[in-house]
């Protein structure tokens, strides 16, 4: 036995997941687990030489002994993210767990240790996650910085943080922000660092300059290149970090932190700052080029001015002529002087960047609001500007585009755009096409506003038209009557060709358009409107929200015109006939709630609805869409004319959800890896970590089967069901593993077993096909839990309601959680071994002496309520040190387990036997109804022993004398019981031994 516990302890060491220091009182290491040596880089051999303060850094010395000293008072002590030196120097943050251990005497201090350092890279990267959510949520430069400072100072534990911007006339850098934690006071680091400029090579900053790469020193005392050390040191800042920004191989500025402590170098933080800077020069390099496109837009501002000047000295030049050309024109100019004065009106101009391949634009200046009327996160969708050119110039100005985009060549094209209220805007598009290295290309360009322009050019066609107008009636005086009529019929025949060239124009738009496009009339919605105002109503969001059935009666009085074929295949119809007679079947719940939405805007008087909806096609596949409803210009007052468009969004839709799901996923794992960091509630963080995981996998049930018994029983221990599934968890006990030799074989080899339809499973798995079968699974996915490389269990997910796989991405993280739940067992296992360790003598097994004064205390709590008598035995072999002398202390051990056997064998399960010396056992007998049943006990005990034992070829005669004391005959409380126990302990030895005595004399003249 003292073999088998020995053995355990050892492979407990040797493999336990986590590192286990064993130490005495003065903190000298006794004993270590392997898993040290790959935390602190020492040998095992080396450890147990070493005190445990040498494995910590100076200045966490006096707090780690400080801790040391109040958890050998309080049993158990924690130490959380505390820094273990290494053999190298090198510091990691570990967590420290640990407990008093007592055994013969002696108290010695065992403490596990994790390495907490993929935790706080984790931290590190949540941390460097904000400074770039900065980025991404300011707009200004000098708003910007200090926050990035703020948060790379308290998320990356430094005190100190400032930015140095590059001037690249003077190739200096110089101080323009400085951030520091308010328990920081450093006025003369400050003042100093205002006053200078650091010039490549020099300090730090120059290094850094020079070398574009981050370069940390640990303890500015010991850098002789660090220029400032002296005043840093005078204000306690020790370690040192300086990272560079840079854009393309040019450096733009420099950040430098500064902290209180002293830290060897962190090469992941490192790496994780290099990527943030180059994020903040890349917003830097941005907030530049904006600047710089400002000042072409006042550039290009100023040369519309003189463009325009120029223009309106050509067209008083011209009326000039058209008045001594003809005296009568005179009349009609005075009465149209004011319109000309319209032209000098300065342009408006909007600067913008866009994705040469599909249009999306990334930068857009703020004049766009102003211009269109629409928000500038809109500009940034999709197809944005395409969408939103006039149907008439649509087309033509696309293929001219991509016809010069494709050929690299830069252009200007006029073309009208809708705005926000419906209006036409003239844009005169000025296109650079820009080509980087990769042959990847972008666009860049100014929108003018030349509506005015186009206005006045109009205007000035009416003129003219009419001087011409009137200079041909005068000539068509004496002209011949039918060349008149030939006039009068080609200028008919122009304009029908006109009118036909822009109808099939807008034809080929709405029909060749990849956007699903309706034409509607809803001028009778408009009447009911107007009927429903004049009777009273006023709110109509209230009135349809509370009238559900005047929103379908609405959407009957709808008339749709026409649908273009995109609306075909979007609703998979084969034809338009077809698609209006089957609208009322994609027009489900969803879709009412979308038109009472609608509905109520148009009623507010809004002319622009726009909102995500979901639509059923006629095969009753759903399919999610974009949805913008518009009045046409002119048809505000009658609804006559409504366009509609929806934008299929379901691949982005599917998308975000597997996106959303991924996120889902990867928090789940790291809530259930924190879950069993302490593992104070076993069970109810197994059952937490199936619940969450059972729900996010949309299973049916999931569940947690253990071994034991070596491997030959299984049975269910943590079981999670889905609302409306019948649990399974007292069918599913006391299993011997040999009824499923196929799951068994698979498990053994590490495989996972993941069937998508129970009822097709091979012929190799009838019992488990079976089995499944009759719980009524349709689909499972089964993973093996290993401990510390043994097959512990496994975790199962059942569906009972369809089948289908798991995602092979679900099924991954899965494992990782039945990894966590395998080494949480692991854990659990060790820590019960370490404290049966602590409770249990290691030569007999018996409860120690720490063990049975708990029981004790607990059976005299409970005695003393109910009112019983509790009986304490101290028993000590008689003549022991003799075998011990004769046959060695190998035979006297082998004594000492065979009478802890039979004392076991011979009292019940709810009493206590327990080794307290070395030839000395104690027994408690709680619950005691007369004080003479321990005499029984006590003769059944003497009898057992009384036969000779068979060891190592010796027949070994042995007697036991007995000591009795009852509870609360002879005492109260267990020091008193114990010791008048030992005495009539002593009074049986000296009665001549092989006999039991009570503590009260009376009790004894009864036996």
């Keep these: 036995m003292y073999d088998e516990t020995n053995q355990k302890y050892h492979s407990l060491m040797n493999n336990a997941s986590e590192a286990i220091f064993i130490f005495d009182t003065e903190g000298n290491l006794l004993e270590v687990s392997r898993k040290t040596e790959n935390l602190t880089g020492y040998t095992k051999d080396e450890l147990t030489h070493l005190n445990i303060d040498q494995l910590f850094p100076k200045e966490e010395i006096d707090k780690v002994i400080t801790t040391f000293k109040e958890g050998i008072q309080k049993r158990s002590w924690t130490l959380k993210n505390i820094p273990i030196q290494k053999k190298d120097g090198r510091n990691i943050s570990v967590d420290i767990t640990g407990s008093t251990l007592e055994y013969s005497g002696k108290k010695n201090m065992l403490a596990i240790v994790r390495d907490i350092t993929d935790r706080k890279r984790f931290e590190q990267c949540c941390g460097v996650h904000a400074a770039t959510r900065i980025l991404a949520e300011s707009t200004l430069l000098s708003e ?77 005392v010991c850098d002789t290149s660090f220029h400032r050390a002296q005043i840093a040191v005078q204000e306690d800042l020790h370690g040192a970090l300086g990272f560079p920004i840079i854009v393309e191989n040019e450096i733009l500025g420099v950040f430098v932190f500064l902290r209180h402590k002293t830290q060897p170098t962190d090469d992941n933080q490192l790496m994780i700052l290099d990527s943030v800077g180059g994020h903040i020069g890349q917003f830097i390099k941005r907030k530049q080029a904006e600047t710089a496109l400002h000042q072409a837009y006042n550039e290009l501002d100023y040369q519309s001015k003189e463009r325009t000047d120029t223009l309106a000295q050509v067209n008083e030049v011209l009326k000039n002529k058209i008045i001594e050309h003809n005296i009568i024109v005179d009349e009609v100019l005075q009465e149209n002087q004011g319109q000309f004065t319209q032209l000098a009106e300065k342009v408006r101009l909007i600067p913008w960047e866009a994705d040469a391949r599909t249009w999306k634009f990334t930068y857009i200046g703020p004049q766009a609001v102003e211009i269109l009327g629409y928000p500038l996160k809109d500009w940034y969708t999709v197809n944005f500007r395409i969408e939103h050119i006039h149907p008439e110039d649509r087309e033509q100005t696309v293929k001219y585009c991509e016809t010069c985009n494709e050929h690299s060549e830069n252009y200007e094209t006029e073309y009208r755009m809708l705005s926000a209220d419906g209006q036409i805007v003239w844009i005169h598009d000025m296109i650079t096409v820009i080509q980087d290295e990769n042959g990847l290309k972008s666009l860049r360009g100014f929108m003018i506003d030349i509506t005015e322009r186009k206005r006045i050019e109009g205007e000035l066609k009416i003129l003219y038209d009419s001087l011409e107008k009137r200079v041909e009636e005068r000539t068509r005086a004496l002209a011949n009557t039918n060349e008149e009529l030939q006039i009068k019929i080609a200028e008919r025949k122009k304009a029908e060709e006109a009118l036909y060239a822009s109808e099939a124009r807008y034809r080929g738009l709405f029909e060749n358009s990849p956007v699903s496009l309706w034409e509607e009339d809803a001028s009778e919605v408009k009447t009911h409107i107007n009927s429903l105002r004049e009777a009273g109503i006023k709110d109509f969001k209230i009135y349809f929200e509370n ?36 609208l009322t079947q994609s027009f489900d719940k969803e879709s009412f709630d979308v038109y009472r939405k609608a509905l109520i805007a148009l009623a507010e008087g809004h ?79 197994i059952f937490k970590s199936l619940a969450d995981a059972g729900q996010l996998s949309k299973a049916s049930r999931a569940y947690l089967f253990q071994f034991r018994d070596s491997g030959n029983i299984m049975g269910i221990t943590h079981e999670w069901c889905n609302e409306g599934v019948k649990p399974e968890f007292e069918h599913l006990q006391n299993l011997q593993s040999t009824m499923f030799p196929w799951l068994m074989l698979n498990l053994l080899a590490g495989n996972i077993i993941h069937i998508a339809d129970v009822s097709k499973m091979s012929s190799d798995a009838s019992a488990e096909k079976e089995a499944f079968e009759r719980e009524n699974i349709k689909a499972i996915l089964i993973l093996p839990v290993y401990a510390e490389n043994e097959l512990a269990g496994f975790i199962g997910f059942d569906n009972v309601v369809t089948t289908g796989a798991w995602q092979e991405e679900d099924v991954a993280r899965l494992r990782i959680m039945a990894e966590i739940i395998g080494n949480a067992i692991a854990r659990k296992r060790a820590e019960a071994l370490i404290t049966h360790m602590a409770y249990h003598d290691s030569l007999t097994n018996l409860p120690n002496r720490n063990l049975f004064y708990d029981r004790l205390q607990v059976a005299l709590v409970q005695a003393k309520r109910n009112e019983r008598i509790v009986v304490v035995m ?55 109804s007369h004080p003479l049943n321990a005499a029984i006990v006590a003769n059944k005990i003497l009898y057992a022993l009384s036969h000779p034992f068979l060891l190592e070829g010796h027949n070994i005669q042995t007697t036991i004398s007995i000591g009795i004391s009852l509870y609360p005959l002879d005492a109260h409380d267990i020091e008193n019981l114990i010791k008048k126990a030992d005495v009539a302990m002593y009074q049986a030895k000296e009665q001549g031994k092989n006999t039991y005595r009570f503590s009260k004399p009376d009790l004894n003249t009864h036996v």
Aim: charged residues 25%.
């Design 874 to 928: 101290t028993l000590d072999l008689d003549n022991f040190k003799t075998i011990n002398d004769t046959l060695g202390h190998h035979v006297g051990d082998l004594l000492l387990k065979a009478v802890a056997e039979i004392m076991t064998n011979c009292i019940r399960e709810c009493d206590t036997v327990a080794r307290t010396g070395g030839d000395e056992f104690t027994i408690i007998l709680p619950e005691i």
């Design 607 to 685: 002319t622009l609805f726009e909102a995500e909806a979901t639509t059923r096609t006629l095969s009753g596949k759903n399919n999610h869409v974009c949805l913008s409803l518009s009045v046409a210009p002119g048809f505000e007052q009658t609804w006559a004319k409504i366009f509609l468009s929806l934008t299929d969004i379901t691949a982005r839709k599917q998308t975000e959800e597997a996106l959303k799901r991924r996120i889902d996923f990867e928090k789940t794992m790291a809530s259930i890896s924190t879950k069993f960091i302490i593992l104070s509630d076993f069970n109810n963080a």
């Design 547 to 582: 009238h559900p059935e005047e929103v379908y009666t609405c959407a009957a009085m709808v008339k749709i015109i026409d649908v273009n074929k995109a609306t075909l295949k979007l609703y998979e119809a084969t034809s338009k006939e077809q698609l209006l007679c089957s």
């Design 144 to 220: 910007t910085i200090p926050k990035i400072l703020q948060a790379i100072c308290d998320n990356l534990d430094w005190e100190f943080g400032e930015f140095w911007i590059m001037e690249s006339n003077a190739n200096v850098l110089r101080l323009v922000e400085i951030w520091h934690k308010p328990s920081v006071n450093v006025p003369e680091f400050d003042a100093m660092n205002r006053q200078i400029d650091i010039s490549s090579g020099i300090g730090l900053l120059g290094r850094v300059f020079a070398y574009k790469k981050p370069i940390w020193i640990a303890d500015v």
